[in-house]
């Protein structure tokens, strides 16, 4: 699998500038670490890629198809089968337990899986609660666990660690980075410097700029 994005550009109503042809390309079993101030653009930047937003200028391809290509239904569906994200505010669902939020509109033949993707995640025993009887961490956790339950192609994670402790921030990576390992592969927004060295990439983002960058070993 490949995702190639060219020349992407990012203008808002606002006719502000948010991503500047920003240029990227991503391959199984990379996992790809963007890091940059708040406000830089990340989430947009995730957003164009994983074609939740139309960029305004450039192009994203996945497997040579641009996705300005695709009509709102076939694009849907990649986004369905083949990706996933993991959004900053968690987007649970309140009226959910863990595990139904897990397995959401893809069936509950998947709750044992449900259950080791919690369970490595340090989330064993939680399974029947509802979202608001779990710690932000925690929540965080559940989000990271939907976003894989469907073994994705590709996982877009945004911020995934930015709630946990240290520790848990680095099970969370390095479980992301196992994943990536067995075939997936993950560009991931962080604030993290201390996760950098599991990226086998990693770019910064600066007022729209994306840049790749070696940290790797620093
Ligand atoms: N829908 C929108 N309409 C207009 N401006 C927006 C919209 N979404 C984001 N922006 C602006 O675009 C810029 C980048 O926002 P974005 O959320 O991508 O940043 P970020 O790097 O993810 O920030 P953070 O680290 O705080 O999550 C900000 O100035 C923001 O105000
Ligand atoms: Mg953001």
């Known amino acids: 699998m490949e995702l190639w994005a060219r020349g992407l550009s990012k203008v808002y109503q606002n006719n502000l500038e948010v991503i ?64 996933s994200f993991i959004f900053q505010q968690h987007l649970l669902v309140p009226y959910l337990n863990v595990w139904e939020n897990v397995c959401l509109a893809r069936g509950v033949g998947l709750k044992k899986h449900a259950e080791y993707l919690l369970a490595s995640l340090g989330l064993k025993g939680h399974l029947y609660k509802r979202p608001n009887e779990l710690s932000y961490g925690e929540r965080q956790r559940v989000a990271v666990a939907r976003g894989l339950i469907h073994n994705p192609k590709l ?40 996760l950098l060295p599991m990226a086998t990439r990693t770019f910064t983002l600066k007022d729209g700029v994306l840049t790749e960058s070696d940290f790797i070993g620093d």
């Open 155 to 194: 996982l877009f994670a945004d911020e995934p660690t930015a709630s946990v402790n240290p520790e848990l921030a680095q099970t969370i990576a390095r479980f992301l980075a196992q994943y990536c390992r067995s075939g997936g592969a993950c560009v991931m927004v962080t604030h993290d410097v201390s």
């Open 20 to 83: 500047k042809q920003a240029s990227l390309n991503v391959r199984g079993g990379e996992f790809i670490m963007i890091i940059g101030p708040s406000g830089s653009g990340k989430s947009t930047l995730l957003y164009l890629l994983s074609g939740i937003r139309r960029p305004t200028s450039g192009e994203v391809f996945w497997n040579d198809i641009p996705l300005s290509e695709l009509s709102q239904k076939e694009l849907a569906h990649l986004r369905y089968e083949k990706f």
